[in-house]
């Protein structure tokens, strides 16, 4: 039986109390985080220069907590941001969503299955946030259409993103973090794929228990969708020669669409065709359908079309036309009382001329356009018209110093179809020569961002979008709290207290009781923050027991990313709860036996698998 340990001294205790008090900044909601992080940094920076700390003879320097704004560690986070802003600015994920959405017409209990391990697969190698942002619409969608409950679709879909980050260093920042605080206590380094065989076989389970158990034990949560669902326009696709479904009827190009394409009428010249599935379509052919923004631009790329506001226009938007996609956004715009464009039609107004953008669809409120069906430039507008528009991104926010207009808050930029293919190689060789040891991860990914960014796959502009200030402080606090924990011995007091406290349990009890710890803490507080304070109380506990350390790393790293049981232990919880609109309650029914079934399984699978 261990004795109770005495701290090693007074800062040591000073700085648990400011990592306990971190934890309490970390949980208050009307703090924010980066807020949080920065107290805890300037805290720790004033505390040591005012109480000195002498670490081997020499004076601790409180500028060595600064140097988390250059570890490799924030710098592979940063890079992986940016280059998984390329991919999803590029659409390169687009198709993955698209093909989804029709499976789920055929089969909706195996298409959940398939969306779950897309999902996981996915995250293993970019940022989960964007995955969740880009399935989120899909699964609403198709629930919808399908009949089938939303709330038993997507927060299954959230945490599988979370198992797939589980799976490789590049997962999550976590994930990264860990990886790199043990790599600087001396460790050797954890590769890509290392654990990848725990992490799929507790990945598989949980994924089982999300495809078959939550469906049944979820409460179904009704959404207000009238509050909250996109504006549906009226736009006309013009069907260009170059376009594969020249020569296929009406009812192929449907199925192309996805299924869900509602073609109202086709003009042909200066008649209309009534929209017969037999109708075989010609090159020129107008299609006048309505659906919300996304849908009619994704419509566009997967007929080969063009959306245009007048039959007259001389050629579809191409390469040699002004209106490029690398600078193009989609905006909706709202014709407000008193404007002098009220009762004029497109033509008079002149409205690609007047204001440097093209006009695609336009939505009145409580009304079905009847005119729809004639030249859409033709159509009279009135006060409370929604226009759906498309230029370069200096166009749009010259738009809002127009008094005839009002540019509401739904602007979106376009993808850049075209790179889509390029920003999935780039991806590709930041994860290989990351996986075969060629280059470290924060250079692989650095070189990464950069090629995305001077091929054109994302701006300047887009890449700093991509960076967040929330995940940078939180990164920076948590690698000071730790080096101060492991400089003033604070980590091994730790350690020595962990076993104390637990007698003379086994290894393996001991790495399952630290791997809960972490699964407890992380649902609490950043779970960055307890992956950098938990790495080296596990290597300092694996020290003290005789065992190797990568063991008990991983479990820290494990329960760090069981970020199941709360909606703020993850920001994609957050996500899918405002969309889901979940109770609390929910996350604690399904989140909390999700983190049980990986601890169980992890706790077994670690010994089993390191021999102890």
Request: glycine share 8%; proline share 5%; aromatic share 8%.
């Amino acid at each position: 039986m261990y004795s109770i340990p005495l701290p090693p001294n007074p800062h040591s205790m000073a700085v648990l109390f400011l990592a306990v008090f971190a934890m309490l900044l970390f949980t208050r909601k009307n703090l924010p985080l980066e807020t949080a992080s920065f107290i805890i940094l300037i805290s720790l920076a004033v505390g040591f220069e005012f109480f000195p700390f002498q670490v081997d003879g020499a004076i601790l320097h409180p500028e060595v907590f600064f140097h988390g704004f250059g570890h490799e560690a924030l710098v592979a986070v940063c890079a992986l941001m940016i280059a998984g802003q390329g991919v999803v600015r590029t659409g390169a994920l687009e198709p993955v969503g698209r093909g989804l959405a029709r499976i789920w017409r055929i089969s909706p209990g195996a298409s959940l299955l398939l969306t779950l391990l897309v999902a996981a697969f996915i995250s293993a190698f970019i940022n989960n946030v964007p995955v969740v942002v880009l399935l989120l619409p899909i699964l609403i969608s198709v629930s919808i259409r399908t009949k089938t409950k939303s709330s038993t679709v997507l927060m299954p879909m959230g945490f599988a993103t979370l198992l797939g980050g589980t799976c490789t260093t590049i997962g999550t920042s976590t994930n990264l973090l860990v990886v790199s605080v043990a790599a600087d206590m001396g460790l050797k380094r954890i590769e890509m794929f290392d654990f990848l065989l725990p992490a799929v076989i507790a990945g598989g389970i949980g994924i089982a228990y999300l495809w078959l158990i939550v469906p049944r034990i979820m409460p179904e949560r009704k959404m207000t969708l009238a509050d909250t669902s996109p504006r549906i326009f009226s736009a006309h696709l013009a069907i260009v020669g170059e376009s594969s479904i020249v020569g296929k009827t009406l009812a192929e190009a449907i199925k192309k669409a996805g299924g869900w394409m509602k073609v109202r009428g086709i003009r042909r010249g200066d008649n209309l065709i009534m929209p017969l599935p037999s109708v075989v379509l010609k090159a020129g052919d107008q299609l006048v359908i309505r659906d919300t923004p996304e849908r009619l631009k994704e419509i566009e790329t997967v007929l080969e079309g063009t959306l245009y506001q007048d039959e007259t226009l001389g050629r579809p938007v191409d390469e040699d036309h002004p209106f490029k996609a690398e600078s193009q956004q989609i905006a909706e715009i709202a014709v407000i009382q008193g404007s002098p464009l009220r009762g004029k039609t497109f033509s008079e107004i002149g409205f690609s001329d007047r204001y440097g953008i093209i006009f695609l669809a336009i939505h009145r409120a409580g009304k079905r356009l009847q005119k729809g069906l004639d030249s859409i430039s033709n159509i009279r507008l009135q006060s409370g018209d929604i226009l759906l528009v498309q230029g370069p991104r200096e166009q749009i926010a010259l738009l809002k110093k127009e008094k005839d207009l009002l540019v509401l808050d739904a602007t979106m930029d376009l993808p850049y179809t075209k790179k889509a293919s390029l920003a999935l190689l780039i991806m590709l060789a930041i994860i290989i020569t990351a996986a075969f040891g060629w280059l470290p991860i924060a250079i692989s990914a650095s070189c990464g961002a950069l090629v995305m960014i001077v091929s054109g796959c994302l701006s300047w502009n887009d890449a700093t979008k991509a960076l967040s200030t929330q995940v940078i402080m939180i990164v920076v606090a948590s690698l000071a709290l730790g080096s101060a924990l492991l400089k003033t011995g604070g980590a091994e007091y730790l350690a020595q207290l962990f076993l104390s406290l637990s007698g003379d349990a086994s290894p393996a009890f001991m790495l399952s009781g630290l791997m809960l710890l972490m699964a407890v803490l992380t649902n609490a507080v950043s779970n960055n923050a307890t992956a950098v304070m938990g790495t080296p109380i596990a290597i300092s506990i694996a020290a003290q027991m005789g065992q190797p350390a990568e063991p008990f790393v991983l479990a820290v790293l494990f329960g760090a990313n069981m970020s199941f049981a709360t909606p703020m232990a993850y920001k994609t919880n957050l996500l899918v709860m405002n969309a889901g609109e979940y109770l609390f309650s929910d996350f604690l029914r399904i989140g909390i036996p999700l983190v049980l079934i990986l601890w169980a399984t992890l706790s077994w699978l670690l010994p089993a698998l390191y021999g102890f």
